[in-house]
């Protein structure tokens, strides 16, 4: 059901503008993926929502664009060039590589399926009296599923804190896993594949002028921390924040735009004085997850903590959304420590430090990061909003809609102007007019083509909330409908409030009061 919910979501992205695979005259590229214009909408207005929640509503966070080539040293000091690694496996029959990782944690999954398949047997034989903790803790098939998939889980764990890849590899043959395309068992070794990808400036030559092309925008921000501090004359605790282009050369790039080559992240990092780093993590968990409900379903939102630290962090969480293929990392927070600005300032000779003018000294301040990747938002809002439903009391092609019910302020055109007929020059002139006004204040489109059913239609396919139709009576007394998406309801009113009543429906300022 959900994996259907999947297809049908990845092809009416298509089919509405909203993602195109990228070149695809030349039959695409693997994990890169171009946004048409209700993608490009739809993507500024969540890139819109993050930067006023973020830097409007804090007096103490400030923006930042740096540049996506940054000095190659950065890379080596952030620990990027030395641990930016997954573990890579070939198959030598297929020729087919794979991140091991993911391949044993596809054979955890199975296990983890297996038990839940018996439980669900059970509750279908059983019926009213069936005792699931029961069941769950005595059955043993159940356990035996369970515990093998505890016993990987842990092993993996170990393996990878410990860059073990000859135990990834052992645990590949005792698990007998195969290539998910052709069953094949013939692997290679396990080995370590860095993710970033790298080019060369124009006039250095060799290992002198590699560049990279960022894995992350958070760099940009420690590198300039001293040169925002200066200028913008913040006091800790204190935010910057950036969103912008992000590339990895992941091993594989899948789930539609759930993993991609080249994608786009909104990072704050929010620099604090040392010892009161938890303080500021437990805020920005509070913090960012209200963000998300305010836009999303609280039944589809978690936290997650990290079993394995990375080596920066003394805390880390995942902010994870229920996809249709399960609850995956939406958002990280991490508490970095003075991690990142100590690297630098150590690797570049240059002072990282904030002088504390109430506690009279200087220190490198620690940092809580939160990072959201600006794609995997985009499919959480659509994910959640395609809906396909029967419309009561109509009949034929109007008994079935399709409809993106995508959060008023974040659809990509907020109302559509329509002529009741478009072979009645009084209406269209009147509805072009009204179009005229509209367009100043929001995104609208103006359709006069196809039955009035179908335009309305064609909105809801995209997730306009609200369409504006011009009739006879206008004509009359300057009243059109406005009809509102998701209940379908029309009400009369004058022209002169048309943009009052679709603007506060639709204005940001609706969510972000939902923040305080
Ligand atoms: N600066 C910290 C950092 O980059 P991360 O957990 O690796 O942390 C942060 O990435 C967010 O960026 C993730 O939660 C995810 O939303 C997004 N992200 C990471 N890799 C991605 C990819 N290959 N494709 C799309 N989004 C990605």
């Known amino acids: 059901m959900q994996e259907e919910l999947f297809k049908r979501l990845v092809s009416h992205c298509k089919e509405y503008g909203f993602i195109y695979p990228s070149s695809e005259v030349y039959d695409g590229l693997g994990g890169v993926y171009d946004y048409g214009p209700m993608g490009a909408e739809l993507k500024n207005n969540i890139k819109e ?3 006023k929640a973020m830097v409007q509503m804090h007096e103490n966070i400030v923006g930042l664009d740096s540049a996506i080539f940054m000095h190659p040293k950065i890379w080596k000091a952030s620990g990027h060039v030395d641990a930016f690694n997954d573990p890579l496996v070939d198959n030598k029959d297929s020729k087919k590589r794979y991140r091991a990782d993911v ?14 398949k018996e439980v669900a047997k059970a509750a279908k034989r059983f019926g009213e009296s069936f005792d699931e903790k029961l069941f769950r803790e005595t059955n043993p098939r159940v356990l035996e599923y369970t515990q093998k998939a505890a016993d990987t889980e842990k092993r993996l764990a170990t393996a990878m804190k410990n860059n073990d890849m000859a135990d990834l590899k052992s645990l590949i043959e005792d698990l007998e896993i195969a290539d998910p395309d052709t069953g094949s068992r013939n692997w290679t070794d396990v080995r370590q594949f860095n993710l970033m990808f790298s080019t060369q400036l124009g006039n250095i030559s060799g290992e ?7 894995p992350e925008t958070a760099q940009g921000i420690f590198v300039n921390f001293n040169n925002v501090q200066r200028t913008s004359r913040q006091r800790i605790p204190f935010g910057i924040a950036q969103i912008g282009k992000a590339f990895r050369n992941e091993i594989i790039a899948r789930q539609f735009i759930f993993r991609m080559r080249e994608f786009e992240q909104m990072e704050m990092q929010f620099f604090v004085r040392p010892g009161t780093e938890m303080e500021w993590y437990n805020y920005w968990k509070a913090a ?3 963000w998300h409900k305010a836009v999303g379903p609280a039944d589809k939102l978690r936290f997650k903590d990290h079993d394995n630290l990375a080596h920066y962090a003394n805390a880390a969480v995942d902010v994870q959304f229920e996809f249709p293929f399960g609850f995956k990392e939406l958002e990280g927070i991490h508490s970095r420590t003075d991690f990142d600005l100590g690297a630098h300032q150590e690797l570049s000779g240059k002072k990282m430090q904030y002088f504390d003018p109430e506690l009279n000294e200087s220190y490198v301040p620690y940092v809580v990061e939160t990072s959201v990747g600006c ?3 985009f499919l959480s809002v659509l994910s ?3 809906v396909e ?3 009561p009391d109509a009949q034929g092609e109007d008994a079935k809609r399709t409809v993106l019910r995508i959060p008023a302020p974040l659809a990509p055109v907020k109302c559509a102007v329509l002529p009741l007929l478009r072979n009645k020059e009084e209406l269209v002139d009147k509805a072009r007019a009204v179009f005229n006004e509209l367009k100043y204040d929001f995104l609208c489109q103006y359709d006069d083509k196809d039955a009035i059913g179908r335009r309305y239609r064609r909105q809801d396919a995209i997730g306009t909330p609200y369409c504006v139709t011009i009739d006879f009576e206008t004509l009359e007394n300057n009243t059109v409908t406005i009809r509102e998406r998701d209940s ?3 009400v009369r009113v004058p022209i002169s409030d048309v943009s009052r009543i679709v603007g506060e429906k639709t204005d940001l300022r609706r969510l972000l009061e939902n923040l305080k």
């Open 103 to 116: 391949l044993i944690e596809g054979e955890i999954d199975k296990m983890n399926d297996k038990a839940e």
């Open 488 to 490: 379908m309801e029309q």
């Open 384 to 386: 959640n909003a395609l």
């Open 288 to 290: 960012r997850m209200a």
């Open 49 to 51: 929502y993050w930067w």
């Open 389 to 391: 439903e029967t419309v």
């Open 375 to 377: 794609d995997r938002m």
């Open 208 to 214: 002198e002028g590699k560049l990279y092309l960022r």
